[in-house]
């Protein structure tokens, strides 16, 4: 079955880094768009960044420019550095599999951001 695995939150500074991880299995990984959300306390998740399998990306506003997406498909996995965090990217973060007919998700990684 499909399974994806996050790693790679914790507690930065404003001003760190961090990089995401996600391990897909179950699925053809190298033909499926894969996304990263986030939902911080109180709030609607929402779209961080995606990718398509011909490595097109797509970034919310609010990151564009500190996030980048990337993917490798010998490993099925995604990633997500994250440089220049603030305090507003605390949230869980999920990664994303659409599939036809269903959307799978990861169980989510929190990220906290301290000023």
């Known amino acids: 079955q499909v399974q994806l695995v996050e790693s790679g939150g914790g507690l930065v500074q404003a001003g760190g880094s961090l990089r995401l991880s996600c391990a897909a299995s179950?699925?053809?990984?190298?033909?499926?768009?894969m996304a990263w959300y986030r939902q911080a306390q109180g709030k609607q998740r929402e779209l961080v960044a995606l990718i398509t399998n011909d490595v097109k990306t797509r970034y919310a506003d609010s990151v564009t420019g500190r996030i980048t997406i990337y993917r490798d498909n010998a490993r099925n996995t995604v990633y997500m550095q994250m440089d220049s965090l603030k305090p507003e990217d605390t949230a869980v973060y999920y990664c994303n599999a659409p599939r036809p007919g269903r959307n799978y998700w990861g169980k989510g990684t929190q990220v906290t951001v301290s000023s």
């Open positions: 179950g699925f053809r990984f190298s033909t499926n768009t």
